[in-house]
């Protein structure tokens, strides 16, 4: 397997990042080894390592290293091969019992298997399988995947560990005279039953590196720096109460009181709290000067590396607001910076400033942003539970940061006369040529009109297993399709592709993996992917390996905005190389509960940092010219059950200041291309129907200027369900510009609207030529 340039140049960076994402959340001192010796390797991902989730956040690489294949490769001796064939005979048995269930239970419900199978989560299963006495050295590796479509479970398998899983880890814990538990897990697992094992890494998931990563790691030629992005606890430590889950309506009572804002407010102590991780070192540090100017705060620290190892520290400030008249959490993340490397002994002088106008409180009453007076109590530490109180700010009267207007209400009706601020004059000559019907093709992104590929995640025509595109047909004119592909953990394309006198058809990858197992031959065929459909298609084939990188969880875990940057780089050269335009990620919605399917795409529980990292992976990705990022999923899509239909409940000031606020940070420092809508409801209305949202926060409040696009087939699922579909003439006229992958019976339903002055979603002219400005802008920019 000879691998291009490219793909060696990123395999070298990503082997380094994935370390910079690992947080060793306990160690006795073994760690790292002096060098490579005999292993007993165990657990489920030693040889069915993750390298990533499933759905459209997974990306097809060429060849990922598992953890066995990393280990041999850095010279280890496996004794344990044996467990790990008999491990496999045991999990293909439960996985097709498992989805022969999934198949019986869609029969009876009359839906597709591969919408209940959609990210389903199979427990691990329990088996009994004889292990190793004792010995030197055991790993044990712990994997978990979701995805996207379903929720995780608090079970034995998923997030709790099965007794087969406890009873093996501590065996080897007692018996061996070094030990790790290695968790290749996308979110929190309840590691109460093991927590006193001697040494605990969250490998997390890391990309295509994964295997040979965690081999440098264990034997010191790299060091593990990451730092929690979500709290780990126990799963009884969590919000009880919280309601998640519903398929209708999900009402989000606890407010702003998510994460560590939750257990420090509570004064619950986590088994790990938000922003900890240990290294191979230790680093002393001290404040050395502190300037604050009215709001403005500039701390000055020094780290020291006092321990006798290489490593990186993370430096984090947390600021504790005044309750007045607004309830506050306990205290908020408001700036961080990562040392560089440090040698034994090595000092670095980190400067970490922050406004405290950056985060003041939305209040309901005034719909207004303000900071009460009292005083502000400033944290500086390495993680959120191990700080110090470094600074005050007192402020004797209130500020009125900013006069804003009220949105998220029950009714969008309201919104109707909400002017966006967009010019169209730019193209008025050539949309007073065009018909409505041609308008409309514009909003709508492009499809065949025969066999039409779409599928959630692959409707692309230009480039093989791409998500979608927008409209071809004015190509002639000089505006031609612009190219779409899923993230965030990489570039999301088929490995291969054919071309033929047809056009580009993939070759394998059609359907994502995870899903093809629940999909009959039936649609296979439909798809092309059936055998043979494909033997008639002999094209010259041509490859396209993209790189994994990091899940987002796992970025966000480096804390480390230079390496998000330099990982968008990475997939920005990627775009370049495969003709890609637009990047269908980066993902930040919040982690408001361990049990979302997707959080392994999301960054954190904390808004600060997500949108810092979204930010960083913007600018890297789009200092490509012609390469844009699409941040989504806007808003509130913080669960998966019933995606396309339910409903977040979320009050004005949780919303603006919880789950708006990365999606600001990120749009108002890196600029991105697009923004996708979600899926969800927020307060009885679907989001790309929110003129409150797609015109009000974004366009005019936060000057967007960027593309506004649907999620995948928001009108497309017609079951049945207390929230009807979202539609396409009611996202347009909610401004949501763009309705994706498209298809005829959108074509249809804005014309249907703009002709029907009376319909619910009734539309003008006008609404048309300022989606489709927005779109030709956007195709402009970008190809
Ligand atoms: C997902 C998006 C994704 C899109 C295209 C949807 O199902 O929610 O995140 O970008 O499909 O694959």
């Known amino acids: 397997m000879e691998l291009y340039d490219y793909e060696k140049k990123h395999i070298e960076l990503l082997r380094k990042a994935a370390c910079e994402c690992m947080v060793l959340l306990k160690s006795d001192g073994t760690f790292p080894l002096e060098k490579a010796c005999e292993v007993a390797l165990y657990g489920s991902g030693a040889r069915k390592t993750i390298k990533g989730g499933t759905g459209s956040g997974d990306v097809n690489v060429r060849h990922y290293v598992t953890i066995e294949e990393g280990l041999k490769n850095a010279g280890f001796q496996i004794t344990t091969s044996d467990w790990m064939d008999e491990y496999e005979v045991k999990y293909k048995d439960a996985r097709k019992l498992f989805v022969k269930e999934i198949k019986q239970d869609a029969d009876k419900k009359g839906m597709p298997a591969f919408l209940l199978g959609m990210g389903a989560v199979m427990p691990e299963p329990e088996y009994e399988l004889p292990i190793q006495k004792d010995g030197d050295l055991a790993i044990y590796v712990l994997s978990r995947i979701s995805g996207e479509g379903s929720d995780r479970k608090p079970i034995a398998g998923d997030l709790k560990l099965t007794r087969t899983e406890v009873r093996d880890i501590l065996y080897l814990n007692e018996h061996f005279q070094k030990f790790m538990l290695v968790l290749n897990v996308g979110g929190i697992v309840d590691l109460s039953p093991v927590n006193h094992v001697k040494n605990i890494l969250l490998l997390s998931q890391p990309g295509m590196t994964v295997g040979d990563s965690f081999a440098d790691m264990i034997l010191g030629k790299q060091y593990p720096s990451g730092k929690l992005s979500a709290t780990w606890s126990a799963w009884e430590d969590y919000d009880s109460e919280m309601d998640f889950g519903n398929p209708d309506d999900t009402v989000y009572s606890e407010g702003m009181m998510v994460g560590y804002r939750y257990f420090d407010t509570k004064k619950i102590v986590p088994m790990y709290s938000f922003g900890f991780g240990n290294g191979y070192t230790t680093f002393r540090w001290n404040v050395t000067n502190v300037k604050q100017q009215h709001t403005k705060m500039n701390l000055s620290v020094n780290v020291e590396n006092v321990g006798d190892f290489r490593g990186k520290e993370v430096v984090q400030v947390y600021v504790s607001m005044p309750s007045g008249k607004i309830i506050q959490p306990y205290q908020m993340l408001v700036a961080f910076q990562k040392t560089k490397e440090l040698m034994p002994g090595e000092q670095d002088e980190l400067n970490l400033c922050f406004d405290l106008q950056q985060f003041a409180s939305y209040e309901s009453g005034t719909s207004s942003r303000i900071l009460e007076k009292g005083d502000y109590v400033v944290w500086v530490g390495t993680s959120s539970r191990d700080t110090r109180d470094c600074a005050r700010i007192s402020l004797?009267?209130?500020?009125?940061?900013?006069?804003?207007?009220?949105?998220?209400?029950?009714?969008?009706?309201?919104?109707?006369?909400?002017?966006?601020?967009?010019?169209?004059?730019?193209?008025?000559?050539?949309?007073?040529?065009?018909?409505?019907?041609?308008?409309?093709?514009?909003?709508?992104?492009?499809?065949?009109?025969?066999?039409?590929?779409?599928?959630?995640?692959?409707?692309?025509?230009?480039?093989?297993?791409?998500?979608?595109?927008?409209?071809?047909?004015?190509?002639?004119?000089?505006?031609?399709?612009?190219?779409?592909?899923?993230?965030?953990?990489?570039?999301?394309?088929?490995?291969?592709?054919?071309?033929?006198?047809?056009?580009?058809?993939?070759?394998?990858?059609?359907?994502?993996?995870?899903?093809?197992?629940?999909?009959?031959?039936?649609?296979?065929?439909m798809l092309g992917n059936s055998k043979e459909v494909k033997k008639e298609r002999n094209g010259a084939t041509y490859n396209q390996y993209c790189s994994a990188i990091p899940i987002g969880t796992a970025l966000a875990q480096s804390w480390n905005v230079t390496l998000a940057n330099e990982c968008g780089n990475l997939v920005g050269e990627e775009m370049e190389r495969f003709g890609v335009n637009i990047w269908l990620a980066p993902a930040l919605n919040i982690q408001r509960s361990p049990l979302c399917g997707r959080n392994f795409e999301y960054y954190s529980e904390d808004p600060f940092i997500s949108g810092k990292m979204a930010a960083a992976i913007t600018k890297g990705v789009q200092s490509h010219?012609?390469?844009?990022?699409?941040?989504?999923?806007?808003?509130?899509?913080?669960?998966?059950?019933?995606?396309?239909?339910?409903?977040?409940?979320?009050?004005?000031?949780?919303l603006r200041d919880l789950y708006l606020r990365g999606f600001e940070i990120a749009i108002k420092e890196a600029n991105p291309a697009a923004v996708m809508t979600s899926y969800n409801l927020l307060n009885g209305e679907h989001t790309s129907r929110r003129r409150d949202l797609n015109v009000m926060v974004l366009r005019n409040e936060w000057g967007y200027r960027g593309l506004v696009m649907s999620d995948w087939l928001v009108s497309g699922f017609a079951m049945e369900h207390k929230y009807p579909s979202a539609c396409a003439a009611g996202c347009i006229k909610a401004g949501n510009d763009l309705i994706m992958p498209g298809g005829e019976a959108e074509i249809q339903n804005i014309m249907e609207a703009l002709h029907h002055p009376d319909s619910k979603y009734s539309i003008s002219r006008r609404d048309l030529e300022e989606c489709a400005a927005s779109v030709i802008r956007t195709v402009k920019a970008f190809v």
């Open 625 to 654: 010219p012609g390469c844009g990022v699409t941040v989504k999923h806007f808003c509130c899509n913080n669960q998966e059950t019933n995606r396309f239909h339910s409903n977040s409940v979320v009050d004005e000031r949780t």
């Open 396 to 525: 004797k009267e209130n500020i009125v940061v900013e006069q804003l207007q009220t949105i998220g209400q029950d009714s969008v009706d309201t919104y109707g006369t909400v002017k966006r601020s967009d010019q169209i004059k730019e193209y008025e000559d050539w949309f007073n040529r065009l018909s409505d019907e041609e308008l409309a093709y514009l909003c709508v992104g492009g499809f065949q009109e025969k066999g039409s590929q779409s599928i959630v995640g692959n409707a692309g025509m230009k480039v093989a297993g791409a998500a979608g595109e927008t409209t071809s047909i004015f190509t002639k004119e000089g505006l031609p399709s612009l190219v779409m592909a899923d993230g965030p953990a990489g570039l999301r394309l088929s490995r291969q592709y054919g071309v033929d006198e047809d056009g580009i058809y993939a070759v394998g990858d059609e359907i994502p993996a995870a899903l093809v197992e629940f999909v009959d031959e039936k649609i296979l065929a």
